[in-house]
């Protein structure tokens, strides 16, 4: 049982206690992760991106979504583990995402799905909600609409587009849902949003004034080198530890220095 729960992040944001969120794909990073007291796992639909080496999230699978959080549950004890909803999971009908969302509570042991989009989603939120499925909602930069948005780019720039995403994040509130991601949301619109609401907002290129943030692990860790953005911090450049020992042990394989006795079993 986690100990990061709805309860507890809508507690953070009344203290102003700011929330830590990272994604996470597997049990040994999941381990790791909540070891060093992260609130929120996100098993986020980018691991189509960052691990299956895909162009984008679209061609996630709920198979492939379910399996990840299951592995990700595992290694968890106190972070909450959030499923991300993957494309045409929940677009197509509510009773679809009933359906989909439900089976991926039910098989992983997650604490809540995420799913994306505002006021066209909102009374599907509500159907979810209203059967006991915790639902974080995704607004801005949307990546399961990045075609229909023109690309990976800044949401909400000008007056009647800040409109619409202050309109969409208070009907997720209103919908049920108990927090809301920013992506890539001019920092003053994420700051007026998130003061507007009552459940906490999680940023990732929103600015500072979020209730909390998140990064992709591989981004954060430096592992996914050839990837970079503005908003984002790389907090080690593990790539090159990753290519360097990966040298060391092709050269000491080669020359025989690879296993030594130490490594070995006598009789």
């Known amino acids: 049982m986690s100990s990061v729960t709805t309860r507890a992040l809508l507690e953070m944001k009344e203290k102003g ?6 994604t996470c794909y597997d049990a040994l990073f999941a381990r790791l992760l909540d070891a060093s007291g992260v609130d929120i796992l996100l098993v986020g639909d980018s691991l189509n991106q960052v691990l299956a080496g895909a162009p984008s999230t679209l061609s996630a699978t709920l198979d492939q979504m379910i399996y990840h959080t299951t592995i990700v549950r595992r290694g968890t004890e106190r972070a909450m583990v959030v499923c991300d909803m993957p ?15 439900g089976r991926a509570m039910k098989e992983t042991g997650c604490h809540a799905v995420k799913i994306e989009g505002g006021q066209p989603i909102a009374a599907t939120v509500r159907r979810l909600v209203d059967i006991g499925i915790p639902v974080m909602g995704h607004l801005g930069l949307t990546p399961q609409s990045v075609h229909a948005l023109g ?3 800044v949401q909400g720039r000008d007056d009647v587009a800040a409109g619409r995403l202050k309109a ?3 009907a997720l509130q ?3 849902a108990f927090a809301v991601v920013l992506e890539l949301v001019p920092a003053p619109l994420a700051s007026q949003i998130t003061k507007a609401l009552s ?9 500072p004034a979020c209730d909390g943030q998140v990064l992709v692990l591989h981004d954060m860790l430096g592992l996914n ?3 970079s953005a503005k908003f984002v911090k790389k907090y080690a450049a593990l790539a090159e530890d990753v290519r360097e020992a990966a040298r060391v042990f092709a050269a000491e394989v080669r020359e025989g ?4 006795p130490e490594h070995s079993f006598g009789k």
């Open 257 to 260: 220095r690879y296993p030594g």
């Open 225 to 227: 080198d050839q990837f």
């Open 168 to 170: 969409d994040a208070a």
């Open 17 to 22: 206690e700011r929330i830590v969120a990272l």
């Open 174 to 176: 209103d919908a049920g």
């Open 199 to 207: 459940i906490p907002t999680i940023g990732i290129g929103a600015g």
């Open 151 to 153: 690309g990976y780019r």
């Open 87 to 101: 494309f045409l999971s929940y677009q197509v009908s509510p009773e679809d995402a009933l359906r989909n969302c």
